[in-house]
């Protein structure tokens, strides 16, 4: 499974735009680059899944490069709601169904 | 509709003792995944069912963890002769099969406590 680097913390303020960048040098031809929110005492919640390119959701969007080997979440004009953890996993659509995670990215969005 | 659900939200156990932890997944969900989250650090699968058989038990760190789901909905993670390093939050998840996104669906977790 590809290795994923993603910073462990980041702060802004709300109404900003937020960019959390994971790297992911070893990806796979068949992997898909997948981010799920964490809140405190809760289990994660699916956010975003791409291949490449861009996707765009209600909750956010992701760019991946042409080469894959990083991929960016963008928040829009987050609030205070956004804190969490967000994590980057990189791994095949199907065949093995366990989902590796790393150990995120503690966004805290201040007032 | 209801999500998943898990039984207890706490427990707090002393070492040695035999503990049982409930997932009732979402309705209509044929896959079911137990992950282990220790503090300040992502969850950690442990084993996958698909239906009423466990599909890949990989992730079970030692045969004191065991978990079934004999009639394919509500699954039970065992464990024997707990040990401190046990005290986590046990996270259950669901997710239809087949399935197009690695979309999985948590519940809030049970979190032990081993003393």
């Known amino acids: 499974l590809a290795k994923t680097t993603q910073p462990i913390s980041m702060d802004s303020y709300e109404g900003q735009e937020v960019n959390i960048t994971c790297s992911h040098n070893?990806?796979?031809?068949?992997?898909?680059i997948t981010w799920y929110q964490q809140f405190p005492s809760q289990g994660p919640r699916f956010i975003i899944q791409?291949?490449?390119t861009k996707v765009t959701n209600e909750v956010a969007s992701l760019f991946i490069p042409a080469d894959r080997k990083s991929s960016t979440l963008s928040l829009p004009r987050v609030s205070l709601s956004d804190t969490a953890v967000y994590y980057c996993?990189?791994?095949?659509?199907?065949?093995?169904?366990?989902?590796?995670f790393g150990s995120g990215t503690r966004l805290q969005v201040q007032p | 509709g209801a999500g998943v659900s898990q039984t207890p939200s706490n427990k707090v156990t002393e070492k040695g003792k035999y503990v049982e932890l409930r997932c009732d997944p979402i309705?209509?969900?044929?896959?079911l995944y137990w992950y282990r989250q220790s503090l300040g650090q992502g969850p950690e699968f442990l084993i996958y069912?698909?239906?009423?058989?466990?599909?890949?038990d990989s992730g079970l760190p030692n045969d004191r963890f065991f978990a079934v789901r004999p009639e394919g909905s509500v699954s039970t993670l065992k464990i024997q002769r707990t040990e401190r390093g046990d005290s986590a939050v046990y996270l259950c998840?669901?997710?239809?099969?087949?399935?197009?996104?690695?979309?999985?669906?948590f519940g809030p977790g049970t979190r032990l406590t081993v003393l």
């Open positions: 996993l990189v791994g095949p659509d199907t065949g093995r169904r366990a989902l590796t």
């Open positions: 070893n990806i796979a031809t068949n992997d898909y």
């Open positions: 998840a669901s997710s239809l099969n087949p399935q197009t996104y690695n979309e999985q669906f």
């Open positions: 791409g291949y490449k």
């Open positions: 309705s209509g969900h044929t896959a």
């Open positions: 069912f698909q239906g009423t058989g466990a599909a890949d």
